[in-house]
Structure formats: structure tokens, C-alpha cells
């Protein structure tokens, strides 16, 4: 059938290089979400922390984000992103196998904001890992089905922790060594990608600080910020929302999210599709905001009506919201590798990273004041914001297009034939 041959393409990766990034992804996913989905009950049960406590420490890690995904991306590009990978995957591993260590504020506080540190170099890292590997044409569509791999690993990773609270005692206790051997397991399938696939550290004299210095590409990071805000209305926001101020069942807030995970695994490759240029990115974007928007308003709709109409609201506008995200990571990835020169892609990408730091640490305060303050008022401020931005953003890419196709660069492009080999391998993989 026509639907379960595009459902299959959806969710498994192609053969060749394609497979062997998402082997890795998933691996990646599932060790994180084993913790990740436990943590807060780990470090409040087992290591007799405060939930303030580890509040706070969380806060301090989403902090550390602003300079990790700069750094790292930057180191990416100087020392090779392979080797990088490979070192901030034994890296995060380690620091989960120390957690078991933790029993002060103290210790938490350090480890805690140094495991976020290398967890938020990640992104930046194996985006420009995936662009060493993949031909630009393929790199949109091969970072869809990676973010489909994730968030599979991430709901198994998820499931293993639930299965592990049932068990209690020894099985909770050992959730962060689970979650340690997982990592271990993803550098070792970094290892097994073809070396002679990965390219070399960027030779030449590359611009100091280039993408902090490219204001155009700076400017198209800020206002994807506001359009990337689906993310923290989706975990924060909307929850908060539908049992505060609607007559909504409780029971349903976890089948929306639920239900906006399904969907991202089953649409997030087709949704990429018109993401491969500047331009279609940049079109997409706004695309977003404009979903997006419509979601806020349906969600406003949801405080007026009984049970039946609130419910109805929310499954719409969790609808809305999944299509806005499902366009705007897609429009991301095609503008963040679309504007970053071949020799810099680890620093603009972390760079571009800086819009999904910037919402996590600032969206669920900023926009749940708004909604919860404000009522529909404050929907209608988020929604004319993201509308501002998703205008803006088409004519500030072209413009940085533009200015990066007549800028001179000192850094020479990687050499023809070790692109044409990684072509190659990627076609008769």
C-alpha cells in the first residue's frame, strides 16, 4: 500500500551512511532518555536532593548551552568533528556514570552544569559531523530522519525508565550506568563509520569568531528563536495551560504529547521536503510562524466551553503546534547548513543552536507569564511576535545569502576529490 510504503520510508533510515548516522543517533537517544526521562526522580529520591535544588542545577546546565554550542562547534571545525563526537560521547558518558557519586548540592550543581555543557556541544558537533559525511543536497532530508531516529530512541529510552520505576530499588539506582553503557555503545559505532568518509580539520586562515562576526547569519539565528517557541509551549506552556485555565481532563495532557511524538516520527521526513535551498528554508520558516500562530489562538479558544469543547481545542491546536515544529527544525537545518561556509559549518551551526538555547532558558517563563497573565490577550502577543519574525526572516536569509556568496573566505573548501569520495560512498553505500 501507497501510505505503509511512505510510512516505512518515514521511519527507516535509506542503506549506506544514512543508516550508520541513525544507528548512532539512536544509540545516543536511547542512553539519554533513559536518564533524562528519570532524572528529576533519581536526584530527589536517590541522591536526597530538594526539587529547588535540582531546579536550579537544570537551569545552570540550560546556562551552559550558550557557550557549548559555540566552542564546540568552533572546536569541531579546528580539530575534526569525528573526533570531537567521539570525545563528547565518552565524555557525557562518564558523567553519568558519576551521578551515583552525587549526594550534595555542591557536587550536583558542578556535575550537572558540566554534563549539560558537553550535552549541549553535541548538536552542533554532529550536524557538522553529518555535513562532512552527507552531500548538501541530502543533508536536510538525512537530518530529518535523524531527528525521526531520536525521537524513537528517546520514547525507548523513556519506556526502560518506567519499566525501572515499576522495579524500584537496585533497577533506579542503576539507571544512569544503563544510560552510561549506551553512550559507550554510540562511540563505538562512530568508530565503525569508514574513516576515510570524514573530512579534515579545515586547513587555512578561517575568520576568528566568523559567525558571531556575520551579522546577517546572527540576526536569522534571533528570529528563529521566537519561531522555534512550539518547543517550550509543547512541554510547559500548553500542560500548564489546559490544567490551570480550561475544563479539560487532566488525563489528556500526556496523550498530546504522546500524540505530537507519533507524529514527529511519522511526518518529519516529508515535512523537510522544500528545505534543501536558502530560499525554501527561509519560506518554510515563515510557514511555521504562521501555524504557529494559528495554534495560539486555537489554544486560547480552549479557556471558553466546557470539557468537551476544551478537549477539542487542545487536540487542534497540538495539531497546529506539531506541523509548526515539524517546518521550522526542518527550515533550520536548511539554513543553518545552507549559510554556514563549508569550512565553518561546526560554528555557524553552533551558532544557529544559540535560537533553541535561547527559547528553552527564556520561552516556558516568558510565554507562560503571557498566557497565564494575560489569557488571550497574551496568545495574541506570542502569536504576533512569531508572525513579526517568520516576515522578517525570508528577506534577512536572502540578504545573508547573498553576502555569503560574494564575501571572500581565507579558509580554502575542502578538497574536490575527498568531496567527490564522500559522494561516491554515499551513493554505492
Sequence with gaps: MPFLRRVTAAVIPRPGLERLLSSVNLAYAVGRGVFLSGSVVYFTVVCGLSPTQVGLGTSAAALSGFAASFLCGAAADR???RRMLVVLFALQAVGFALYPAVHSAAVFYVLIVAVGFVEYGVGPTFGAFTGALIVPAER??????LRTMFNIGFSAGSGITALALLGGGALVRAVPWISSVLLLGAVL???RLPHHAEAAPAAGRARRFGALRDVRFVAVTALSAPLALHASVLLVVLPLWALSRTDAPHALVPL???ANTVAAVLFQVAASKGAETVRGAA???RRSGV???AACAVAAMAAHGGAVTASVALCVAVLLFTVAELQQSASGWGLSHGLAPEHAQGEYLGTFQLHMVAQGV????VVSAAALSWGAWGWALVAAVVLAAGALIVPLAAAAEHHATVEPTDAPEPAGAARASVKELSQSS
Design 79 to 81: 580539530f575534526g568533528a
Design 140 to 145: 536536510v532530508r538525512t537530518r530529518a530522519m
Design 189 to 191: 559505532l562512530i568508530l
Design 256 to 258: 498530546l504529547l504522546v
Design 283 to 285: 519560506r518554510l520558516s
Design 291 to 293: 501555524w504557529l500562530a
Design 362 to 365: 527564556l520561552g516556558p517563563g
